[in-house]
């Protein structure tokens, strides 16, 4: 069954600070992994998509890595902002119809003052 | 432009009942998809329309869950005689292909009593 875990589930750091989220999927045959931000009450909103072939992706201060061979993912968040405050969720697509996604639970990221 | 639209934002309705959730895509995006998300839980994927293909049905969790897309742009998605674990938010999305970044509405939070 295709899976896909993320952790930790749920993170609290200080402004300005940097954290790193990660990601272990198992999904066969995998085609691309995308991370995704969702504000609460919101939808998700594209961060990064990275294929088989690409192992870093930046996207301002958010910049995802992908191991392919030990099929893990992390995001990692440079100087954080209180408008970080999200839930990152993690995303495998997989076959050759991509569409086909196995979505994480999230970690949901709390930035303070 | 406008992005991915549904209405309504919220749908609160008694057990038994039916509803429908509507979906506007961005314009001239040929994939909608529609996913539930419970709470706590990861995206669960519904049905994917590409085009004028036949659409992935594969998601749908019973008979009583249906829907369609009329003239390659607006989606409803159909619950008939709702139960209390139809409760989540049902979230739309659109791409221009299926390999591309799918951009989400903002989800309608049902509610079943």
């Known amino acids: 069954k295709n899976q896909v875990e993320q952790s930790p589930q749920s993170l609290i750091i200080l402004e300005g600070k940097n954290c790193t989220l990660q990601c272990n999927y198992t999904v066969s045959p995998f085609s691309n992994l995308r991370w995704y931000k969702q504000d609460t009450g919101r939808g998700p909103v594209s961060l990064t998509i990275?294929?088989?072939?690409?192992n870093t992706k930046s996207n301002g201060r958010y910049t995802a890595t992908l191991d392919a061979d030990t099929k893990q993912s992390s995001l990692h968040i440079t100087a954080s902002q209180l408008s970080d405050s999200a839930s990152y969720i993690c995303?495998?697509?997989?076959?050759?119809?991509?569409?086909?996604?196995?979505f994480g639970k999230g970690t949901k990221l709390s930035v303070i003052p | 432009g406008a992005g991915v639209s549904q209405s309504p934002s919220n749908k609160v309705t008694e057990k038994g009942k039916d509803v429908e959730l509507r979906c506007d895509p961005i314009?001239?995006?040929?994939?909608l998809y529609w996913y539930r998300q419970s709470l706590g839980q990861g995206l669960e994927f519904l049905i994917y329309?590409?085009?004028?293909?036949?659409?992935?049905k594969s998601g749908l969790p019973s008979d009583r869950f249906s829907a369609e897309r009329t003239g390659g742009s607006v989606s409803t998605l159909t619950i008939q005689r709702t139960q209390q674990e139809d409760s989540a938010v049902y979230l739309c999305a659109s791409s221009d292909r299926a390999r591309e970044t799918q951009y989400f509405g903002p989800g309608t939070r049902l509610l079943v009593l």
């Open positions: 990275m294929t088989f072939s690409e």
């Open positions: 314009s001239g995006h040929t994939a």
């Open positions: 995303v495998v697509g997989s076959g050759a119809g991509s569409y086909q996604l196995t």
């Open positions: 329309f590409q085009g004028n293909s036949a659409p992935d």
